[in-house]
């Protein structure tokens, strides 16, 4: 384990290697699952603001579940998620020429749109955050459907924290990062 601050990161996080391999899984995160991606609380009042700048880009299928179930729903444990289609796909996948599902609003934030890049459940994957009354554990999150992605970043040689850089800077900040970095390069 590495613990920085409030947070105690895996050591997967350090050891694992991992980079997307779009053409392999065709973004099937964005629709397996038994739940829309996790949003942190502060990322709802986002959402309402951002969504008329990226309805444009979302499908009928999207945009019909986001106007009768909401932005967002709430799981069995009070948590929030991203509103899903039928259950399964994010109402906010896209998919693009290649029949690869991306995220609508991440799109409308590469076009310039909005400052809003996507949640931050999605952004870290695959890390996920558990919140403990005093901490943040950071853990590498295996799921089948990530397998391309393992083994690409193995033949890259790029692991997780590498890969993840933008995302962790993004949450925990540039000096975070920076001790991480050192804390596991230190270690080798």
């Not at 693009?96 to 890049?117: H, M, S, V, Y």
């Not at 933008?166 to 540039?174: R, S």
Request: charged share 25%; with cysteine.
């Amino acid at each position: 384990m590495i613990v920085i601050d409030n947070t105690v990161i895996s050591d997967d996080v350090a050891d694992q290697f991992f980079v997307c391999e779009l053409t392999k899984c065709k973004g099937a995160c964005c629709v397996e699952g038994d739940l829309g991606a996790p949003l942190a609380e502060s990322e709802l009042e986002v959402l309402e603001e951002v969504y008329p700048l990226v309805k444009p880009y979302l499908n009928q299928k999207g945009i019909e579940a986001i106007e009768t179930q909401g932005l967002y729903e709430q799981d069995s444990d009070g948590d929030y998620v991203t509103t899903t289609v039928n259950g399964r796909e994010c109402a906010y996948a896209i998919y693009d020429k290649k029949g690869i599902l991306k995220c609508g609003i991440e799109q409308a934030f590469l076009d310039g749109k909005i400052a809003f890049r996507k949640p931050i459940s999605c952004y870290l994957y695959p890390i996920r955050i558990t919140k403990y009354d005093h901490f943040d554990a950071l853990n590498y999150d295996r799921w089948h459907i990530c397998k391309p992605a393992c083994h690409n970043g193995r033949e890259l040689g790029v692991p997780i924290y590498k890969f993840l850089k933008d995302p962790l800077i993004t949450k925990y900040g540039e000096s975070w990062y920076q001790e991480l970095v050192h804390k596991i390069e230190s270690k080798s």
